[in-house]
């Protein structure tokens, strides 16, 4: 019967009893578990510069040899990853099913007092308790805060390749691996016909004690494991799906290396004005990645921005040009029929007064508060998605230079002129208003409070506070 895995990766991170994990490991007949195989500084052991017949400096050219030479050997090879570890291999590991996930853990707090105590007395294995090098460190908050973001972003990214690729993952925890039992279902899932016979002898717990023995400053340690946000509560929910970079909407500038990158509902005709004038020329747009690319190599020394707007007047300018005008015939129809907005036929939106049009803003609002929250069947549109979704997507092909403020866009729009050696041209009035009342005249402290609530994703990220006008 063939095997399910042609290899294994143990995903690990210093002081998380990776070592010992192994030892136990390679005492299950037919598995050898080659150690940090991809540590950018030895081959799976210090001092150690070759493994499986593929030298440092074969690995470095080409990492994808020595997983090869892994699936080639006999039984079933695998070796420990950590997050610091030859980023090349991450990718090809995590997207072969073929390559069976063993994801270790430990208590942060644990293997960050275990790291100190290593780094300060030089010990990193233990073979006999009688020579244990003991010491007390000091417990740095700040450092420590670093180590566990670093900690749960890895996680993070293992969870979701994982999810994308539809497979699962062995989990053990450091408390774990001293348990026969789990040792020999770990050994199962990898396909090893054997078990493990007894526990790893040639590796003992380096630091058995209590925290409170090893950290000098135990208290004020407890005091700050108590400011952290164990369970996240102070999250941001965001449900709204990933956007692409919109690359088409780009526009640069005639001649000057100048790249635009809109933000729909915000003051785009205005900067597009102000682009233009900038040469006195046409614009560039209609930009496919390929395209883009050319023009970036062709204009070295370019620049790229891109320009946010409160919420609130841009929820406004949303509704307005898109829903209440009719631009979205079928999305203002869902909205009419299913989400009850008080709309009339498009042909008499201009009879309208105030109060039938705050009434209407009202509903779209109300609508924005679950529609973002991932809460209604309608495509959520770059015109009303958070400004920091829309940002994400430009992201994943090129994050701009500047993000500049409607509120300050003449003098961010300068800066950007100077940046390129180029004199700014007089950027012109905003565009007039495609609704018949002012967002003054239409705004209340409900409205204001709906859209808070919908965009607080962008409140947060970009600082924005109650909208003046």
Known sequence: MSRRFDMFVIFAEMRTGSNLLEASLNGVPGVTCHGEAFNPHFMGHPKTDSLLGITLAKRAEDPGALLAAMRAAPGLNGFRFFHDHDPRVLDAV?????CAKVILTRNPVESYVSLQIARQTGQWKLGDARHQKTSQVLFDAGEFTGHLAGLQEFQLQLLRALQV?????????????????????????????????????????????????????????????AQLDRFNLTRTPNFEPRRGPAVPSFVAAARAPLLFMPIKAGPVAAVRGWLAALDDGALQEEFTQKSLRQWLRGHPGHRSFTVLRHPVPRAHAAFCEYILNGQYAEVREVLRKTYKLPLPPVNKVAKMDLEAHRAAFAGFARFLKGHLAGQT??????????????????????????????????????????????????????????????????MTEEIEALLREAYQRDYVAFGFGGWQP
Not at 94 to 98: A, C, E
């Open 165 to 225: 690729g539809g497979q699962t993952a062995f989990y053990v925890d450091y408390e774990d691996i001293q348990d026969v039992a789990v040792l020999n279902g770990l050994a199962r899932f990898l396909g090893a016909e054997g078990g493990v016979q007894g526990l790893a002898t040639s590796l003992v717990k380096q630091n058995p004690e209590p925290l409170e023995s090893k950290v000098a400053n135990f208290g004020a340690m407890e005091a700050a494991l």
């Open 94 to 98: 995590l997207d072969d099913p073929r």
């Open 377 to 442: 069947s309608v495509r959520i549109d770059a015109a009303w998605a958070s400004q920091a979704a829309v940002l994400q997507g430009f992201a994943q092909f090129a994050v701009p230079d500047l993000i500049a403020r409607e509120e300050r866009l003449a003098e961010d729009l300068g800066h950007m002129a100077e940046a390129v050696g180029r004199v700014a041209p007089v950027l012109a009035a905003p565009e007039a208003p495609t609704a018949p009342f002012a967002l003054a005249e239409v």
